[in-house]
């Protein structure tokens, strides 16, 4: 018997959360707040924690719930359900887990800002919306989940909202979104007019009779691009990547948990969801690794040239999850999935330590005026350390298994994918090595904290590094806050000097670190004598169908471990050759940090002169390709001068009005003139009362001739 | 069917009539005035709740019917009676009325017993355009909704106030001589007004004349409606009337009138010409996509507020309109329910525009931005109603979206393709204009020091949001009423179809 295990208490604790802080938060006092916030992610995530208990208990996966009907139209319905299977508790994990750690943080890097109570009446309204989008039981309610984490991410970047561009990012990111939803929502109608249902179990039974759309473009092929550009919004890739960097407007724990670990992994997820459809259609398939590698490789050249540290860690996630796209794109699901979950951890970890950086240094997010933090915030040094090595793809920390197991699967795909793959990844090591250094070693390239309101503008990396910093006053503030009051420091507020951050916010990093670390190690392929348990766990959701795919390289075998995969095709190059792959991986890697240790440690120098000598390469990665500009030149001011000029100021005053206005005024002076008739003048009237006779006897002759 | 059954849609049409008569003698003290006019309006709800409450969810028919000869000659009935189509729209009335008064509390302090007088008869024209079975009565009530809102216009409108009312007024009246026309037709053709009688007549096919007339007749209707809806390019009308109208007349006229525009397309378009409106379908449908698209770019650059909801109304009621003619079972469900739900939320949108008009005498949004400061509750509520009129999941403006966009791509895909970037456009135009109006710091002196919402209007407020809430929660309450009426509002299109298919 299938027990009930009430899935809809996940998402519904963090919204009663969500209810109690926004309607109430107001007359309470922080503790207060943050109690409730913990208190509802917290029960939220040891409720996933029992039901990833009761996984192996269950009679049949998936395991649907429907707790009450929303909508019906004729034969159309869609209901509240609830789907469970390994995948959803993958995610749900990932999200009840990572998000309650950055809630605790919160606690803390948010204690001094104002509007404490509404910015974890968010945080939680974004958990609802999450955990709804990862448990829904159809494309319907998914949506709801793929919208409400809209909200809350708009409601989150543009917290501070004083700041203009903290409310035009919120703004763009809405917008950018609705574009990809346009995709998602034709999808969605697709599906209804051929199989009648939105509901997962309905309609990947339908669609598993089907072949692979191999000729040509049917409408599974249609339905799976639709899909893609909703997830391109949803995932920030190309070409709707735009809104991420400028979202990290937020504050830093909303960076961490919705821009980096959570909500914009939903088009992973969702490709990944529907991986029926997709692999039924191999150009879908392969417009989504392609757009996966080229956006991998676009974000990771522009993190090389940000000096602002969340933007290169946004640029970053771009491109980690142009990753997971690949992945999905090769029909990698499994591991676009096991690199979602790495990442989230060092990812998650990147933006808290980053954020805990610039805590430290009162706000100050530009990397040409840190240096040389290593000393002085060991915690946060030695967990983003963790971090940076993850990413970097050095073994054997968690990124390492995930990233070379999708560079695996690419391979065999094509070798293209590969290449652009491990370029990618050399670039992702010396970019991430690079923050690392200019954060961390050196000197400090700072203004005492306590004064650094005015910022000067540098031209170079390197020019700054060059000042003297004012060592002394720096760490005299150190001391004030080491004995002042436990209370954290806000950003931009008169601050105390350099200083650690507290336990609160330094234990989330500790445990997202250890699984930075060995979050990878459910996944060690068979090469490396692992068993990847991690794709043998999710093997069930993902076996499911396998259709026969034409094309070669489009390998059905995801629920087999790696190691039996190969001996179809290649039976005698199985680990050798894989071995041979996870080397070069390893090299790459290690090649970014030797390029960023030189340019960055030994010749300092270096990147300046390089910048000078590449000057057009270098504007065109600093300016982010000036795609921002381009977008506003082709859409945006001309969609609002047309509105404007031609819509209405042309068509509605100028044709229009002026057509309703004049035939108004022409009514009026045809009158005028009928008017003139009665004139009270006797004469007058008898002539035209003779006109009148004359006109009736006239038409009288011209019916009787006829 | 007991006697409360029968007489209720009177009642409830009638008593806020009765109360405005009653006004007319009660002594000018403009506080009792304001509470008596609230009670007719809260027992004006009080009783129409009575209606979902008895309704017959599983029947297609009219229920609550009450048909008596009225004048023999011409043969007028007093027929009344409601399906799950008129149903709602009833509710809508009555729930907005109580609302337009609170919110015109404190605004309204000239001429007072005037103002609530037009209110209580526009209310009662409105209610009786809904019920009304018999086209003559219906074309008396349509008619006289015209007389107390062209003097709210006028009367209590702002600077331009006569031009709009003037414009109103014409605009929408030399429409009705078409539909006057054409129900004058029907009646010399068939002998009666009544709606089921004409409806069998023509269904039975005995009607002399009818093939050559019916898409006169089809025209005549829907000249009428698509001025009131109003239809992109016969739409200029509303932008100045709402941006003249007082607060309470732009909610009833945004939130109620328009609609008898739709519910007419609904009941006599689609109730007597099912073959006219296949053959018609494709250019409405084309006019409605121009006026989703058109009026959300053209709101996207108004400076004005009240414009800009008034461009997005005729927006929102292009995709009500699409949904129509569809003619899928989706689209009709979808058209009902964005009827309601723009009703609920565009009404709101109007009280809060006027909640800022009254603070600051403006509604220029260069006047304002970074409101969120000083009037925090303010922004809140008017947050929610943005969201609620963007279609975000799970408030009501999504529901009917959802199934209009879903109903138009059934019906034709490009329909739902082109119709669905409103999703875009509406996202555009509200989250830049709440940007401007709410975000960054206060830019005008004058706007620092604006006081928060009152108790009248967190009154007048509260019930929209919670509103905007439940329909997008359960929006089965109200889609299981309204689905037999449009089953048996499409029956004819899916014979139709049949016929066509052979």
Redesign the interface.
């Known amino acids: 018997m299938t027990p009930n295990l009430h899935l809809w208490l996940l998402p519904v604790l963090p919204l009663v959360g969500a209810a109690i802080n926004g309607l109430f938060g107001k007359r309470f006092n922080r503790r207060a707040v943050a109690a409730v916030a913990l208190i509802f992610s917290g029960s939220a995530f040891l409720i996933a924690l029992w039901v990833a208990s009761q996984l192996p208990k269950m009679s049949s996966l998936p395991h649907v719930e429907t707790v009450a009907g929303w909508l019906r139209a004729g034969t159309f319905r869609a209901d509240f359900s609830f789907y469970l299977d390994q995948l959803s508790v993958v995610m749900l994990l990932v999200v009840t887990g990572v998000g309650f750690l950055i809630h605790v943080y919160s606690v803390g890097y948010m204690w001094e800002e104002g509007g404490y109570y509404r910015f974890f009446s968010y945080l939680n309204l974004f958990m609802f919306f999450m955990l709804v989008l990862v448990l829904a039981g159809n494309y319907l309610l998914l949506f709801v989940g793929w919208e409400g984490v809209g909200l809350a991410s708009y409601l989150l970047i543009g917290f501070f909202f004083l700041r203009d561009s903290a409310a035009a990012a919120g703004k763009k990111a809405f917008i950018v979104n609705r574009v990809g939803d346009f995709g998602f929502l034709l999808a969605l109608f697709l599906i209804i007019q051929h199989f009648g249902t939105l509901d997962f179990d309905k309609v990947f039974a339908a669609v598993e009779p089907y072949q692979g759309e191999t000729a040509g473009f049917g409408f599974l092929t249609a339905i799976a691009l639709l899909l893609t550009m909703g997830a391109c919004g949803k995932s920030a890739q190309i070409p709707l990547y735009v809104w991420l960097p400028d979202a990290m407007e937020g504050p830093t724990p909303v960076s961490a948990l919705i821009h980096a670990a959570t909500m914009v992994t939903a088009g992973v997820y969702m490709v990944a969801r529907s991986h029926v459809i997709f692999e039924r259609a191999p150009s879908a398939l392969m417009v989504v690794a392609i757009i996966g590698a080229l956006t991998a490789f676009f974000a990771a050249t522009i993190g090389i040239a940000q000096t602002d540290i969340k933007k290169v860690l946004a640029y970053s996630t771009i491109s980690q999850l142009g990753y997971m796209f690949l992945a999905c794109g090769v029909a990698a699901f499994s591991a676009g999935i096991f690199h979602l979950m790495t990442h989230a951890f060092f990812k998650g970890l990147l933006f808290l330590a980053a954020g805990s950086v610039i805590h430290s240094i009162g706000g100050e997010q530009d990397m040409r005026k840190m240096g040389g933090l290593r000393t002085r915030i060991p915690g946060t040094f030695w967990t983003m350390t963790v971090a940076t090595f993850a990413i970097a793809g050095i073994p054997p920390f968690a990124g390492f298994f995930s990233k070379d197991e999708i560079l695996w699967r690419a391979y065999q795909a094509s070798w293209a994918y590969w290449l652009v793959g491990l370029l990618t990844a050399f670039i992702t090591s010396f970019y991430m090595f690079r923050l690392w250094f200019l954060t961390f070693f050196g000197q400090y390239r700072g203004s005492a904290v306590a004064s650094h309101s005015h910022v000067q503008p540098a031209p170079g990396v390197i020019e700054v590094a060059n000042q003297r910093p004012r060592v002394g006053e720096a760490e005299n503030a150190q001391a004030r806050g080491l004995s002042g009051t436990p209370v954290q420091e806000s950003r931009g507020h008169e601050h105390g000097g350099i200083h650690e951050s507290p336990t609160v916010m330094l234990v989330p990093l500790a445990i997202l670190a250890v699984l930075s670390l060995v979050g990878g190690w459910i996944g060690v392929p068979g090469s490396l004598g692992g068993s990847n348990r991690f794709d043998k766990f999710l093997g069930p959701v993902f076996r499911s169908t396998t259709p026969a795919l034409t094309q070669e390289h489009e390998r059905p075998a995801e629920s087999v471990p790696p190691e039996r995969e190969t001996e179809g095709a290649e039976p005698q190059t199985g680990h050798g050759t894989e071995l041979v792959f996870t080397a070069i991986s390893v090299i790459t890697a290690f090649a970014g940090f030797g390029l960023a240790f030189l340019l960055y440690w030994k010749r300092p120098e270096l990147p300046d002169q390089i910048a000078a000598s590449f000057h057009g390469i270098y504007q065109a990665v600093a300016n982010k390709y000036w795609i921002d500009e381009v977008y506003a030149v082709i859409f945006v001011k001309p969609l609002i001068s047309v509105s404007a000029l031609v819509f209405w100021r042309g068509i509605d005053q100028g044709v229009i009005d002026a057509t309703i206005d004049g035939s108004a005024e022409g009514a009026r002076e045809l009158s005028d003139n009928l008017r003139h008739m009665q004139s009270g003048n006797l004469r007058s009237y008898a002539g035209w009362v003779a006109i009148g006779a004359t006109g009736v006897i006239a038409y009288m002759l011209w019916v009787g001739m006829r | 069917m007991n006697g409360l059954d029968s007489a209720i849609l009177t009642l409830i049409t009638f008593v806020p009539a009765a109360g405005a008569l009653l006004l007319v003698l009660v002594p000018r003290r403009d506080r009792d005035i304001r509470v008596f006019a609230l009670g007719i309006s809260l027992l004006a709800l009080a009783l129409s709740l009575h209606l979902p409450d008895h309704f017959h969810r599983d029947q297609a028919g009219f229920q609550f019917e009450q048909n008596v000869p009225w004048i023999p000659a011409p043969n007028i009935h007093y027929h009344m009676g409601i399906d799950g189509i008129s149903l709602w729209l009833v509710l809508l009335t009555t729930f907005l009325t109580p609302l337009c008064v609170l919110i015109s509390w404190r605004s309204i302090h000239e001429r007072v017993k005037e103002f609530f007088i037009l209110l209580l008869l526009l209310e009662t024209g409105l209610i009786g355009v809904f019920v009304a079975l018999d086209l003559f009565l219906f074309y008396f009530f349509w008619e006289a909704t015209l007389i107390p809102m062209a003097l709210l216009i006028g009367v209590f409108g702002h600077e331009r106030r006569v031009y709009a009312a003037v414009?109103f007024f014409?605009?929408t009246m030399i429409a009705s001589v078409f539909m006057l026309a054409a129900i004058l037709w029907l009646y010399a053709k068939t002998g009666s007004f009544d709606f089921t009688t004409v409806q069998t007549a023509i269904r039975g096919g005995g009607v002399e004349g009818m093939a050559a007339a019916a898409p006169w007749l089809f025209l005549g209707f829907f000249i009428a409606f698509a001025v009131k809806v109003p239809l992109f390019?016969?739409?200029?009308w509303l932008p100045d009337a709402h941006v003249e109208a007082p607060t309470a007349g732009s909610v009833l006229l945004a939130g109620v009138l328009l609609k008898m525009g739709t519910y007419g397309m609904l009941r006599f378009n689609l109730g007597l010409f099912p073959e006219q409106s296949r053959l018609n379908a494709p250019w409405i449908a084309i006019l409605a996509m121009v006026g989703i698209i058109?009026g959300a770019?053209?709101a996207?650059?108004?400076p004005n507020l009240k414009k800009l909801i008034a461009y997005s109304s005729i927006s929102h009621l292009g995709f009500v309109v699409l949904g129509i003619f569809s003619f899928?079972?989706?689209g009709l469900?979808?058209a009902m329910f964005i009827m309601l739900a723009h009703g609920v939320s565009t009404g709101a949108l109007f009280m809060l525009a006027g909640v800022i008009y009254e603070r600051r005498h403006t509604y220029q949004i260069s006047q304002f931005g970074?409101l969120?400061?000083p009037m925090p509750a303010y922004s809140t509520f008017f947050l929610f109603i943005v969201?609620a009129s963007l279609g975000?999941?799970?408030l009501n403006g999504?529901?009917g979206e959802?199934?209009v966009?879903?109903?138009a791509?059934?019906a034709r895909t490009w329909w739902?393709?082109i119709a669905?970037?409103g999703?875009?456009w509406s996202?555009?135009y509200l989250?830049?204009m709440?940007?401007r109006v709410?975000?960054?710091?206060v830019t005008h002196a004058e706007n620092l020091s604006l006081r928060d919402l009152d108790l009248h209007e967190r009154v007048a407020l509260w019930p929209t949001a919670v509103m905007a809430l439940a329909m997008g929660?359960a929006?089965?309450l109200w889609?299981?009423a309204i689905?037999p009426a449009v089953d048996s509002t499409l029956a004819p299109f899916t014979q139709l179809a049949r016929r066509v298919a052979r």
């Open positions: 414009k014409l605009y390019p016969v739409h200029t058109y770019l053209v996207m650059v108004q899928t079972s989706a469900n979808g970074g969120a400061t969201l975000l999941p799970l999504f529901i959802f199934l966009l879903s109903g791509f059934q739902g393709v669905t970037t999703v875009i996202a555009c989250l830049w709440y940007q709410f975000f960054g710091a929660v929006p089965l889609l299981n689905a």
